[in-house]
């Protein structure tokens, strides 16, 4: 017998560099060991049909390279050209440009964007445009979708022509979305469409626990909210990034900005912008130029125009100077323009404005353009800037609103940007005029402001889980006060884009404290995220070489991926945590190893196991005294002896954290230790009692806008009714939550619901897809539980076997009854 083909390796199953290059080499075994010297001929075939230069071929030592480990990058063109050689399928081989991506952290990059629920400061001397103005307000009267692509060079005045439009459109609009989509930024990858959407709908008023997590159901919330609302798609890459973000109901309006042709967009008015003509850009500087002495040439706006190129960023730019420049004449402005262009100093419009506001400005000012051109997102506020120049916060206030009326920076709720181009010029400046050790200076400075910053930050909103985080020290800049759990988590909110960037450029100490430190936050709702984000920290920390910190980053890694439903992935994860731990006296770093494999335990349906380490952890965690860890375990551990049919103890078990929540004045603590007692009460026939916990934590979970344990909680109101016998109550209450979990995602909630439907109902359609969602998710409980359903549903005694085998399998109560239904009853 021939033996099984070896399955194709999944590079969607990778973490790290290492991951993907251990999964290309297996892809090479699944394809025969080709040598490398065959390989690269492939590639080399391949790119001469596509048309490469010689100088850009693959060379037999570069694609060795690529199934090395210890990388710390991977060339991902030479890889996609390596999987296409060894398996030339196209889905596969996009399977492996999107896991480069995550891995590299692009993906997590695209994710990081700000969006505004207010236009950026448009200018005041907005001059010309009027025929494109008119036909774009003309096109919005009629109050249906309206799709306006405006596209054209850099600096053409895209954007602001869409930010006039926009403000005039306004007052018709209950709401206004504006983002930059990135799509040229030359340090950052285009916006992700789902991060977009996941901004927009918060901003709409969804709260983040209900926000959707996958592109269609994203797509579809955002449409149902965004009627009558004008979105502005600023500096669109393609159709693709910006076809989902198309609000589509009645009375919406969006304007998108591009410097591509969109022409597979279902545009109605399609406008291609070019250079100012001369008339409109002299009528912009005479604006401009108010009072100001035109000197001995009668043609200096002409000149000054000419010289700019007619480009509206270029006179905007120029305008700037001139204003600031007293006792000039328009002619002095242009004899020095000439001057400079006959010298051939700069050689476009852009460079040549950029250069004559720059050189005007005094010294501290033009320091501060430079310094904040470093930030790693490009948009900050006066703390990021204080933080990244040193500087008093009220004498830095005063810098950046001087450069944003010199136009060299865009200011939006409170927080300041770039044109692309500006930021770029202000690097280069940087790069020339300040030394390595003053650029890496700011950028550290500015690393431990955002650590100082978000360590207050959490221990303000997350106040139980203080002791578990590093201390760091105090930030050496002003900070934000951040007294309340809401204004702390504006900040993190407004900072995320900055946090997790600073975690991928950061040195490797302050990348594994900062991961650390916001780590919770993260994993709240953005699972992928947190996952990638630890994963940084995690080559930090081995970086570094100390055996607590990769131990502490590798329990971040575990509780990501227990979240994104891998367990088996976190089971090995973990046990290198425990093993480095062994070396230590870190009590901490053991108690939280111990606690993690009794979740990853649970959710393999393996609840002896679990109940074991909840058990080592508990009496580990007696040295400490820590109430709020001691809590967490027995909350844990009531749930898993609830499977297990110890209901007495778990109902002390889950009695004593509840008391131990409310002391500690922890709400959401104590409603779930009060949901998991309900659960236990319905197993004690205890139904008033379970009817009255599940009643106050669903008022809980309203009133704190948590809709994934308010969905769980419904969930447990269908089952008590269910088991209470009140069959309409119950069918009631379970659709409510099927919808619910649905909504959200959360497979396993709707997997618990259709079998509890199921049951209710005697439904036998709920039940197979119940069995086949738990086959699919691996939970061997909820099979066994389906198994069972269907055994009383349809008479089965197949059916009813399978049950007792699961259960039989887990060491669950459910087994006996069965068992002796089996032998009296069929």
Known sequence: MCPAPAPLPDPGQAVTLDDLVERLRLLKVWADAPSYERITTGINAEWAREGRPEAEMARKTTVVDCFRSGRKRLNTDLVIAIVRALHPDQGYVAQWRQALRAVAG?????????????LPGGEQDFVGRETELARLCEAAAGGSVVISALEGMAGVGKTQLALRAATRLASAHPRVLFVDLRGFDPKQPPAAPSAVLDGFLRLLGMPGTEVPHDLPSLVGAYRER??????????????????????????????????????????????????????????????????????????????????????????????GHIRAVEGWTLTDHA????????????????????????????????????????????EFDSYGAAALTGQDLDDTRVHLEGLRRDHLLQCASGRYSFHDLVREYAAERASDEDPPSARQAAR???????????????????????????????????????????????????????????VEVGEPLHAVQLSLTVFRHL????????????TWALAAARSLGDPVLIARTLHDVTAALLELGRPEDALHVLEEAAELLRTTDDRDGAIRTLVLLGVTDTRLSRFREAADHYYQALELNKATGDQAVEAHILVNLGAVEERLGLNSSAARHLERAQRLYADMGDVDGEAWAIDGLASVEIELGRYDSALEHFTRTLNIYRQRGNVDAEAWCVQGFGLLFSRWGQRDRAEREY????????????????????????????????????????????????????????????????????????YTQLGAPEAEPLRALLATAL
């Open 444 to 502: 550290g400075s500015l690393a431990g402001y955002l650590l100082a910053t978000a360590s207050l930050a959490m221990d303000v909103r997350y106040p139980s889980d203080t002791r578990r985080r590093p201390r760091v020290e105090a930030a050496k800049t002003a900070t934000p006060e951040l007294t309340d759990p809401d204004a702390a988590l504006t900040w993190l909110e407004a900072e995320h884009p900055a946090l997790v960037t600073s």
């Open 226 to 319: 965004a009627a009558g609302v004008l979105v502005v798609l600023d500096n669109a890459a393609d159709e693709e990034q910006v076809r989902h973000l198309l609000p589509g109901a009645p009375g919406s309006v969006a304007i998108i900005t591009s410097r591509r042709s969109l022409t597979g967009l279902p545009a109605i008015t399609h406008l291609e912008l070019d250079v100012f003509t001369a008339a409109e850009a002299v009528a912009f500087l005479e604006r401009a130029a108010g009072d100001l002495s035109l000197g001995n040439d009668p043609k200096a706006l002409s000149r000054i125009a000419e010289r700019c190129g007619f480009l509206p960023l270029a006179l905007n730019l120029i305008v």
């Open 735 to 806: 659709t409510r939550a099927l919808a619910m979990f649905r909504e959200l995602g959360d497979r396993t909630g709707e997997l618990y619901v259709l079998n509890g439907l199921g049951e209710a109902t005697g439904d036998v359609a709920l039940l197979t897809e119940a069995l086949t969602l738990a086959t699919e998710l691996g939970s061997v409980d909820q099979q066994a539980r389906a198994h069972a359903g269907l055994g009383h549903a349809l008479g089965s005694r197949e059916h009813y076997e399978q049950a007792v085998e699961l």
């Open 523 to 534: 994993n709240r709702d953005r699972w992928s995220t947190a996952l990638t984000v630890s």
């Open 106 to 118: 692009e993906i997590v990059m695209a994710a990081q964007v700000r969006v505004h629920d207010e």
């Open 335 to 378: 004899d020095r323009l000439d001057d400079r262009h006959q010298r051939q100093r700069l050689d476009d419009g852009v460079q040549l404005a950029l250069d004559a506001s720059y050189q005007r400005l005094p010294e501290d000012r033009r320091r501060v353009l430079r310094l904040v051109a470093l930030h790693p997102t490009g």
